[in-house]
């Protein structure tokens, strides 16, 4: 009987402490992902000081001409003297300022259509064509129309930013719908739900991944909206410094502002990331 | 022992039955024990709520009723006829099982009687009032187990609950009661990605009981199960469902889970289908799961039911 019992007793002891080759896996598991990461970025920012430097060095070695190509450490100056002076902060605001509006503006816009329209064949079928159409229509061709209704300030550059998310996003967003699987939709009439239970709590979230396929798509969209929009003119703005500098042979300053919306592009996208990471946490 | 009694005298059988067994649950509830007491109790409970069900409003009417229900799936250039002619009344608080060859059209009656296709000719009723939309008082569980991804596994369950507008708080008492019946402890906060094939069937048995819907309408449920998981899945869905009084049409390949949790049996034709035959299952409720299945009345049953179900497989894949 003693024995059998203190054998039990080892046995159990064994198991309730912690499991050795679980611990190990978890521990390899953190390491193989922190290894992973090491390499990526160590990667991607040698690529980058490699180009920098190498562009350093063709232009030093007059291999090319600094008045077309400017250089790294001439775009870090301007770049430096601008975040000194201050002299760019109010373009840089009301260029960010126009995006996300734009931005959200068109993306509440186009989210509802988009579902809207999903939710009737027949409205569907209807629109089809017109949605396609005016979404491979050259949104920029309709800078100038908007300018001539909305003036040089902020609204016209947000109208372009809003009429390019606009319909990638409802495309998106109708596309997400109408692909809910149809045995989701049979539950949840099974279950009792109502049609607004069913928009709500079926539709509304398995469109989900593909409206921010769109909205991913929308940030990139707006961004280049309201810059192309400021190129054309605007009163103030980064797509306005850069077409000013760009006629003034600033070559310097044009890269400056390129990496300046560079940063910016990488935040929203950054942002956009974390978003959906957070809303499709069951993948 | 106490059966239910079905047929044409059902309800009156039953009302004396009722009467009859109250009478002697009062009579003896003192000395008896425990046992026995829980068992008569039950049977109590069930054949009150079947008379409850008989006398609210629908005095008599079957729980279910199709009148001679015709289905054609039409498509463009053909209308394929897969239901012929099906007419039959269920009591409520039956258990029906319906078998028969795959493809014979099984799935499309069970969705008529659930109001998600309508019929193209005859009739079917639910608590006497002909099915339009699905309603709110029935529990359907697919073939597939169809869990909605983005939710957890206890938000599962808690679905039918939270449209209900059932508060936060005793939706979360409800899914812990079924997570632990249906040994899911602690598999509450998983995606249904993370569970395995049978978890997530049992989730889906879950959510389905989760609002005590009136009518239970089941798909081969516990198809999906291994053969172990789904003896103790059967155990429990038993032992839950006995003391509800719900009535439960349940679509079946196995044979044997259909005579051990039924009380009645259907055999349907091969396409489109017809019913062949309707046999009641000659044992008693409470019912052991796992002891019905040896005995000569199951051997009976079984044997009659595979007698015709066999002849019509062979024609189906002919
Ligand atoms: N939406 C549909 N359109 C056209 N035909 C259909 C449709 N649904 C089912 N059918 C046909 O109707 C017949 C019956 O289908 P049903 O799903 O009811 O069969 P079942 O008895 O449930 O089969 P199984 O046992 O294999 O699940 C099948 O032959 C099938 O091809
Ligand atoms: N991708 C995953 N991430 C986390 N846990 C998982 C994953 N896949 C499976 N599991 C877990 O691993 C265990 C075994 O899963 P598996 O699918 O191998 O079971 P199974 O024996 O095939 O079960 P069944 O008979 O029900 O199909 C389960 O507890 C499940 O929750
Ligand atoms: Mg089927
Ligand atoms: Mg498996």
Redesign the pocket.
Known sequence: MKPRRADQLSAESHRAAVDPVSAQLVSRLARERSRFRLIVHVSQISILVVCLLLWQWLIDAGIGMAFFFSRPSDIGKFLYEAVLTGSLWADTAVTLGATLIGFVVGSVLGIGVGLIVARSPTLDAILDPYLGILNSLPRIALAPLFLLWFGLGISSKIALSISLVFFVVAINARAGAIGVPSDYITVARTLGASEWQRFVKIVVPGSVPSIFAGLRLGVVYSLLGVVTGEMIAAKAGLGVQLTFLAGTFQIAGVFGILVILAIIAVVLNWLMAVAESRLLRWR | MLTTIPGPCYAQLNERLVASIEESVTAVSSPISPGTHDSLDVAAKRLRALSAAHSSGSQGKPAIRLDGVTHY?V?QNQA?R??DDISFEMPAGQFLAIV????????????MIAGLVSPSVGHVWRNGSPVAETGRDIGYML?RDSLLPWRTAQANIEMGLEVRDVPRASRRVTAERLLNALSLRGLGELYPSQLSQGMRQRVALARTLAYEPAFLLM??PFAALDAQTRLMVQAEFIRVWEGTGTSVVF?T?DLEEAVVLADRVMV?SA?P?RILLDIMVPLTRPRSVESARYGEEFDRTHREIWRHLRDEVVRASA
């Open positions: 799936f498509s394929a897969v239901v028969g060859p795959s493809g014979c059209g099984k799935t499309t009656v069970l969705n073939a798909d081969e679509v390949h349907f396409r289908a």
